[in-house]
């Protein structure tokens, strides 16, 4: 360039450089796109730790297992909790929410499943260990379902364990009733299977039984179909 009021060359002065700054990011929640996490492969929960440790599920989230969940320590639902694939409990779920089991749903012979809320069997669920349904806690089996019994279930005052119609229940060991046994399908048993109705309990069977144990009854027992023990 040519100086204008001398024709000369000169150069034209150059900004001195700024020095390096990051640039400012503003944490936005409005700008933020919403986030779905979706886990479909095998999921593992070990939980061994034997200082109370526990997982609790929130009462605003959804979580479903589509291949294998195997929870050996302590697991609290307080939301919904939907298994279409394998759940094996070896540890101890406490669940206050909804738990629905579409698939395989096994209660080892360590495990300990204890309701407040509603569990909704529309498959198959094994018990090997001790189920509790406390009072407020509902365990449906629903129609097609079948709910295979080997070890020991507990309803106590005020829970319900309804056998729906199609429902199937498989008592190979023992049913204490302190709350209430609905029957609407099928309950079956064999020479080892006991069945014990509290004074506060009642069973109200309109559906098959076919049991080849021990029914002691001490509080309520209303039958309004076929009944073999």
């Not at 150069?11 to 020095?19: G, K, M």
């Not at 700054?21 to 929960?45: F, N, Y």
């Amino acid at each position: 360039l040519r100086c204008p009021r001398t024709g000369a060359l000169c150069v034209s002065p150059v900004a001195p450089r700024q020095p390096h700054t990051d640039p400012t990011i503003t944490d936005d929640d409005s700008r933020k796109p919403a986030c779905t996490a979706s886990r479909a492969a095998t999921i593992t929960l070990t939980n061994t730790d034997t200082h109370d440790s526990t997982v609790t599920e929130a009462n605003t989230r959804t979580n479903t297992n589509t291949d294998t969940l195997d929870d050996s320590g302590a697991l609290a639902n307080d939301g919904t909790l939907d298994n279409d694939g394998t759940f094996n409990v070896d540890g101890g779920l406490d669940n206050a929410g909804t738990l629905t089991n579409n698939a395989t749903f096994n209660n080892n012979a360590t495990g300990v499943l204890g309701t407040t809320g509603t569990v909704d069997n529309n498959a198959t669920l094994t018990n090997d260990g001790h189920i509790s349904i406390a009072s407020g806690g509902v365990i449906n089996s629903n129609d097609t379902s079948t709910l295979t019994n080997n070890d020991t279930v507990l309803i106590q005052s005020g829970g319900t364990l309804d056998i729906k119609s199609g429902g199937t229940l498989d008592n190979e060991d023992y049913i204490w009733v302190g709350g209430t046994l609905t029957n609407q399908g099928v309950i079956n048993g064999s020479g080892a299977s006991d069945i014990a109705i509290d004074a506060s309990g009642a069973w109200d069977t309109h559906g098959s039984v076919t049991t080849h144990g021990l029914t002691n009854n001490d509080g309520t027992l209303t039958i309004g179909a076929f009944f073999d023990n």
